[in-house]
């Protein structure tokens, strides 16, 4: 009898104990899942930090750990495109989540400032649509459509720990707005429409938040040519541009250029940061020359 008792109690605590295997495709992601999971989710992150999220490849250790996962939630960037369907085909049983279920995608648009500046009568558009901005994550927002997201995954995975879940949740929200809040009262001096420069155009759903234009130095991934960069020194300077955001994860050769030439600062911010709170703030400072 007391050996069936301990079977028992053995099998209801590892029920307890036993965690939710979840895989996210960016850093920022594991943050939030982290902030909700907590104790009761083990994450583990595809694109390592310094890499690129529109052409990492998985190491051998990370698509071993596709065949120990329940959840993988994605977030729409490129590198899922191209491996989500061998991650499905490899464990059949893991749940494929889109945390951006319920957010309104922004077009990502190529700026006047390229060459087509000189012929404008060839296009009738000043702006080109190039499919969705992938940066989902970069809004405060959005951040809370995501959280939402996770929080019911997690609660129709593991229905045992939906109180715990659901109180971290609230206070992942109180969070977020304090965040929005700071950012706010940061901008509050900088006028609505004002553009800020980065060289990869990740931060189109903050601009859009806060009522600001990104413009991007980057042309269809790659440097700009010199007879671009022209131009772009150009609308820099007819801006009033104070700094140039650039992303560890790219190349900001072209950046650097334009910086010393119009002798403004290279600020590194990238949207690829764990600590996304202070990301924000940081980017909404600088944006604001404070």
Avoid at 112 to 123: D, G, I, L, S
Avoid at 180 to 189: F, H, P, S, Y
Avoid at 266 to 285: G, H, Q
Wanted: aromatic fraction near 8%; charge should be neutral.
């Amino acid at each position: 009898m007391k050996k069936i008792i301990a079977v028992c109690l053995l099998l209801v605590t590892t029920g307890l104990l036993a965690k939710v295997n979840a895989i996210v495709s960016i850093m920022p992601q594991k943050a939030f899942v982290e902030a909700i999971g907590g104790e009761f989710v083990t994450i583990e992150v595809m694109v390592l930090p310094g890499s690129s999220p529109h052409s990492y490849e998985p190491k051998p250790s990370q698509m071993k750990a596709i065949d120990a996962a329940q959840l993988y939630f994605t977030t729409g960037v490129e590198f899922e495109g191209a491996w989500m369907k061998k991650f499905a085909n490899q464990n059949k049983k893991m749940k494929i989540v889109d945390s951006t279920l319920g957010i309104t995608k922004l077009e990502m648009k190529e700026h006047e400032h390229h060459e087509e500046k000189e012929h404008k009568h060839e296009h009738k558009e000043d702006q080109k649509h190039t499919g969705f901005d992938p940066h989902v994550w970069t809004s405060p927002a959005n951040i809370k459509i995501i959280a939402k997201n996770i929080l019911d995954t997690l609660i129709a995975q593991d229905a045992t720990h939906q109180a715990y879940y659901t109180a971290n949740y609230t206070a992942f929200l109180a969070k977020i707005d304090a965040t929005d809040a700071t950012i706010k009262e940061v901008l509050k001096e900088v006028k609505q429409g004002s553009k800020f420069m980065v060289f990869h155009p990740a931060w189109g759903y903050f601009a859009h938040q806060y009522g600001l234009e990104q413009v991007a130095i980057e042309v269809e991934g790659k440097e700009p040519k010199p007879k671009v960069l022209a131009h772009i020194m150009e609308e820099a300077k007819e801006e009033g541009v104070k700094a140039i955001f650039t992303q560890p994860e790219f190349s900001d050769k072209s950046a650097k250029q334009i910086a010393d030439a119009l002798k403004i600062k290279v600020i590194k911010a990238s949207p690829l940061n764990p600590k996304w709170d202070e990301s924000f703030i940081a980017l909404a400072k600088a944006i604001a020359n404070r």
